[in-house]
């Protein structure tokens, strides 16, 4: 049976969408953001000034995924567009409106086809599949859901215990999930014959979240991929020279969710003789909070996807000390970059004994012991750098597209 792909983001789906397609098995894949330079809006590009032009582009290429057939590509996204907009403005609440507008109208693009005789399986995103889902439950199709963050009464409970000691740190939006989005949730998972999770983190969550014992049944891991063709010609490692400060690298959300609070406190007590960190991505801690160490880093705003590997290829060490994840391709995308890695247990478990630390306390001494155990041991760190992107083969597009198939033929659908 077919399957068709559904996100009006972006995610991974266009990994997945790719995967299923080279199965010889995808409908269609719908999303509301694709780059296809002859449509509107992505043509607006040529009509602009040179270096407003650049940033246009570089913007729109972060949506360009040339493996994707785009006879198979369905796309609508002005509500996708302006909820970004929002976001880069600091609009939250906004941008938080715009999202659950542009699902349901996202929903009902895809109900026609959705409608049709033709037979198919559907392959959506939570907090954005559940309209699609009804309709298709209640028409009998299959519906698996790739749930990309753990369940979110576990997220509250950890965020409710660090919220005393390090509430400086956190915006507003980032304290707690709200009751209506785990209710939301809760309803997808009801619809969904089958939920793929990242990690096994991820799946432990919806074990103790969910009061449904049915969820956890119907769960499965299926471990993520990073986009290979990003990172094919990157060099081996070389080791660090002596003398030179161990780069830090922290890529992503730079929120408290996200351990950002204890990378912060780590670096403040490294000498900058040691220890250089670079902090890439969209900073989500209060100006107030960040002031104190905004001259121990160097911060990058978010950048296009095409400019990760090369930003990576500069540091040394990957930080992902997370309270809380779905999985972290960022990890893999580390890992094939030559970089070490130091992280916690809840996310994605990339790291090995030959590739990094594995943090068994999520703390800043516990960080700042990680950090300064490379800092000063300089063959170890260059061992972990030297195996790690031969440890990122475990996490390619083939391993990926090949779980696809098994959870496929597990789910009845194979052939």
């Known amino acids: 049976m077919n399957v068709a792909v559904f996100h009006p983001g972006t995610q991974h789906s266009w990994q997945t969408a790719t995967a299923v397609q080279q199965l010889g098995r995808l409908q269609f ?35 360009e995924h040339p493996a994707l057939d785009p006879e198979l590509v369905k796309s609508a996204g002005l509500f996708e567009w302006l909820e970004r907009i929002a976001a880069r403005a600091g609009l939250e609440k906004t941008a938080v409106r715009l999202d659950l507008a542009g699902n349901r109208r996202f929903a009902r693009f895809l109900e026609r086809e959705i409608r049709s005789d033709r037979e198919f399986a ?9 309209e699609s889902f009804e309709l298709a439950r ?6 698996i ?28 939006g980032h304290r707690r999930i709200p009751d209506w989005t785990i209710e939301r949730d809760d309803r997808e998972y009801a619809e969904a014959d089958r939920i793929v999770v990242g990690s096994e983190f991820a799946r432990a969550t919806l074990a103790q979240g969910c009061p449904d014992p049915a969820v956890a049944k119907k769960t499965r891991v ?37 351990g950002i609070h204890h990378v912060l406190e780590a ?34 705003p978010t950048v296009a996807r095409a400019d990760v590997p090369r930003i990576m290829s500069e540091h040394h060490v990957f930080l992902l000390p997370t309270y ?45 012991g990680a950090m300064m155990a490379l800092v000063d041991d300089r063959n170890r760190l260059d061992h972990f750098r030297a195996h790690a992107q031969a440890e990122a083969q475990n996490y390619t597009f083939a391993r990926y597209r090949s779980n696809i198939a098994k959870v496929l033929a597990e789910a009845g659908l194979g052939g």
């Open 122 to 130: 559907l392959w959506g995103y939570n907090s954005s599949a559940l």
């Open 267 to 300: 670096i403040e007590q490294i000498p900058a003789s040691q220890a250089r960190l670079t902090l890439v991505g969209k900073m989500g801690v209060p100006k107030e909070a960040f002031a104190r160490f905004a001259d121990r880093v160097d911060f990058i």
């Open 324 to 368: 809380f994840e779905g999985a972290g391709i960022v990890l893999y995308e580390a890992l094939a970059s030559g970089m070490a890695l130091i992280q916690s247990r809840n996310a994605a478990l990339a790291a090995t004994p030959d590739t990094g630390i594995m943090l068994e306390e999520i703390d800043t001494g516990s960080l700042l």
């Open 145 to 172: 859901l790739d749930r990309t963050n753990g369940d979110f009464r576990v997220y509250n409970r950890i965020m409710e215990e660090i919220l005393g000691e390090y509430g400086d740190y956190f915006l507003p």
């Open 29 to 63: 894949y719908a999303t509301s953001i694709f780059y296809k330079p002859e449509e509107w809006p992505y043509r607006i590009e040529r009509y602009l000034p040179g270096r407003l032009r650049q940033r246009v582009h570089d913007e729109f290429r972060r949506f």
């Open 138 to 143: 209640d028409l009998g199709r299959f519906c």
């Open 222 to 258: 299926l471990n993520y991929c990073f986009d290979e063709s990003l990172y094919a010609d990157l060099p081996k490692p070389a080791p660090v020279p002596p003398g030179e400060p161990v780069r830090f690298l922290f890529l992503g959300q730079l929120i408290p969710r996200k």
